[in-house]
């Protein structure tokens, strides 16, 4: 696709990384064909192509239909399943970001949809604000009406965790709101991984990865996140840490990306790239590990387990297929939906944004799942796990059920 980008952004670095992914398309409108919105509204503007014809012509400092792109834009859960398919290989997810970044900027949005943005991802990067608000809804829970009680998980005790030293040593990112939604997460993960001998650390200094503020209208807040993590985790690094591990998929796919998002600071740039190379799932750890979990295997599940992929654990960290593989050779089957490649719709903070849309994709994922008749489901984001939970069939972290097979 030819383009002529405005002078204020040509030169940018943003600009040219848009330039050259814009380029890349070809309109071929293969994309349309997975995107979730695309394929519920049958709006060209509300798919990849659409969206990325509209951001074009905002860079081109062309008039797009002004207000309508905040709304195309916003309602893009970014689930990235359209550069799966895309022949010429656009990385749509990176230039979303740019034009979100770019609306956020140029186009006024409605003072309500401020403020709604503005509270929200302050709370949720918060834990002094968020953990005492979701407590009080937890101990209200029985009280509250179904649309409001199905958004707030039951309260859940976190296991212990382990102290043992080991001379291999991995860093964790606690999340900001995991800890406080399921505790136990974390701690499951630490205790597999102390049994595999691979002590756990955590720095009290880092806290949201940044993805929070940055798909939310504030780029700036975000890249902050991302610095003050840095600078929490690199003092680490020369005890022997031999990764960055996330147990949240949305997570991991946002540090995955630090050297991406801070390549142009030059205080950060190197040691954002640092971290990004060190960022590892944990599906990704206990992988290389699966022989010797095999043989610590206390328990054979008598359930039948259904698993949703989240979106960025198939598309974002393009781990598509890594946890079941994992569990086939423990030898336990993990049995997908048939449109286990789809957004369940919790896509972060979307689901609270977009609550119609996030709500039918939920129905779709759900409907889906029960046709297999599981007596669990498990699914690897905490996002995913809140979205789709309250129903008659329990929704759990895989690495809390597998730690439970090994105790």
């Given at each position: 696709m030819q383009t002529n980008l405005a002078d204020p952004i040509r030169h940018t670095p943003e600009g040219q990384t848009a330039d050259e992914i814009i380029r890349r398309c070809v309109h071929c409108g293969i994309c349309n064909a997975v995107c979730p919105t695309y394929r519920l509204s049958g709006n060209e503007a509300d798919g990849p192509r659409g969206r990325i014809y509209q951001i074009k012509q905002l860079l081109e400092n062309e008039a797009p239909a002004a207000g309508n792109l905040h709304r195309y834009l916003d309602h893009c859960l970014t689930c990235r399943a359209c550069e799966s398919v895309c022949p010429a290989k656009v990385e749509y997810g990176k230039l979303a970001e740019i034009g979100r970044d770019e609306a956020e900027r140029r186009i006024k949005r409605p003072l309500w949809q401020k403020l709604q943005r503005g509270?929200?991802?302050?709370?949720?990067?918060?834990?002094?604000?968020?953990?005492?608000?979701?407590?009080?809804?937890?101990?209200?829970?029985?009280?509250?009406?179904?649309?409001?009680?199905?958004?707030?998980?039951?309260?859940r005790e976190a296991g212990f965790m382990p102290d043992n030293e080991h001379p291999r040593q991995i860093l964790m990112l606690e999340g900001c709101v995991q800890p406080v939604l399921s505790p136990n997460i974390n701690r499951a993960a630490a205790r597999i991984l102390d049994r595999l001998g691979i002590q756990t650390h955590h720095s009290h200094f880092a806290g949201c990865c940044g993805a929070v503020n940055l798909h939310n209208g504030a780029k700036a807040d975000g890249l902050d996140d991302m610095r003050r993590n840095i600078e929490a985790?690199?003092?680490?690094?020369?005890?022997?840490?031999?990764?960055?591990?996330?147990?949240?998929?949305?997570?991991?796919?946002?540090?995955?990306?630090?050297?991406?998002?801070?390549?142009?600071?030059?205080?950060?740039?190197?040691?954002?790239?640092?971290?990004?190379?060190?960022?590892?799932?944990?599906?990704?750890?206990?992988?290389?590990?699966?022989?010797?979990?095999?043989?610590?295997?206390?328990?054979?599940?008598?359930?039948?387990?259904?698993?949703?992929?989240?979106?960025t654990q198939q598309y974002g960290q393009k781990l598509s297929g890594s946890v079941e593989n994992l569990f086939a050779r423990l030898g336990i089957p993990l049995y997908l939906p048939a449109n286990s490649g789809q957004c369940c719709g919790a896509a972060g903070t979307y689901a609270l944004l977009q609550p119609q849309t996030a709500g039918r994709l939920k129905t779709e994922k759900l409907t889906a799942l029960n046709e297999l008749q599981p007596d669990i489901i498990l699914s690897a984001n905490i996002g995913c796990i809140a979205h789709l939970g309250g129903g008659r069939t329990p929704v759990r972290h895989w690495i809390e059920y597998l730690d439970e097979l090994l105790a």
């Open positions: 509270i929200l991802r302050r709370l949720i990067t918060a834990p002094q604000l968020f953990t005492p608000l979701y407590r009080i809804g937890q101990h209200s829970r029985p009280l509250l009406p179904d649309a409001l009680k199905n958004r707030i998980l039951p309260l985790w690199i003092p680490w690094l020369p005890d022997g840490i031999e990764a960055v591990v996330t147990t949240a998929s949305g997570c991991g796919v946002t540090v995955k990306d630090y050297g991406y998002h801070l390549r142009n600071d030059p205080e950060y740039a190197e040691r954002a790239a640092r971290i990004s190379a060190l960022s590892k799932d944990i599906v990704e750890i206990l992988s290389n590990e699966s022989h010797r979990l095999h043989a610590m295997m206390h328990k054979r599940p008598s359930e039948k387990i259904a698993y949703h992929p989240p979106c």
